[in-house]
């Protein structure tokens, strides 16, 4: 198995409220409303979004409560980029659930939720390297 | 918000054992053993696995019981490829929750969950592009 992650899809109850999200975010979909999945072309990664209880019946696993264990992240270059996101998302409706600030590990950050209570963190780490087109890469 | 996603972290029970299983799938780390945290670096991405409490804890949300409706997906080039990587997995300790198969999207694809009950897609999507370094991109 490639040490590769090629495509995450987030549960979502109402479709046409989670993509109303990401757009309010400023993402861009090309899927057309009537197909019932939302893609998200990230940099050779695909966000999709997808009703939770047929992506729990489809992957052979029972639906959850909701927080599952996974966060996702969202790495920009300053502490006020961090800022600027968090303001963004709580524009965009999210529940803003760590108000941004100076994180243990060095860094600056803070999280959301989606609509549908996926976390996303926002975070600046002065570690690591993000390239031109927003990769991460780890020091070596 | 850029349209990019940065890191994804999996909350884990036993760090020891989720760093064991991706290393059975051949990822490998630099992450040192002390570290509480491992980082798997995947092509402009970072898979991260953490104490699934203290992720909780972190991100101010409530613990799931396990599946939270998040899927991940790795896209390969073959219907054979998908069964390669299913038996990989399975044979270092993955549960098999979906055999591969035929999809009612015109795919061949298969789940298997890691130790966290993490849910991972192993599918070929004739439809999509798969990049020589494993990125995907969307029909335009």
Redesign the interface.
């Known amino acids: 198995?490639?040490?590769?992650?090629?495509?995450?899809?987030?549960?979502?109850a109402d479709l046409a409220r989670a993509r109303a999200f990401y757009e309010a975010?400023?993402?861009?979909s090309?899927s057309p409303p009537e197909l019932e999945v939302v893609?998200?072309?990230?940099?050779?990664?695909?966000?999709s979004l997808w009703d939770?209880d047929k992506?729990?019946e489809?992957?052979?696993?029972?639906?959850?409560?909701?927080?599952?264990?996974?966060?996702?992240?969202?790495?920009?270059g300053s502490a006020a980029e961090v800022d600027a996101?968090i303001a963004?998302?709580r524009q965009a409706g999210a529940s803003v659930?760590?108000e941004p600030g100076e994180t243990f590990w060095g860094g600056y950050s803070g999280?959301f939720?989606d609509p549908?209570?996926?976390?996303w963190?926002?975070?600046h780490n002065p570690h690591w390297t993000?390239?031109a087109?927003?990769?991460?890469?780890?020091p070596?």
């Not at 975010?25 to 861009?28: A, D, S």
């Not at 893609?39 to 966000?47: C, D, I, N, T």
């Not at 549908?116 to 976390?119: E, F, I, S, T, V």
């Open positions: 198995m490639r040490q590769r992650l090629t495509v995450i899809t987030l549960g979502v975010l400023g993402w861009r090309e893609f998200f072309e990230a940099s050779g990664l695909v966000l939770s992506l729990a489809d992957n052979g696993v029972e639906p959850g409560s909701g927080y599952g264990g996974v966060t996702l992240a969202h790495n920009v996101v963004e998302a659930t760590r999280v939720v549908d209570g996926h976390p963190e926002v975070a993000l390239g087109d927003g990769s991460v890469s780890l070596s």
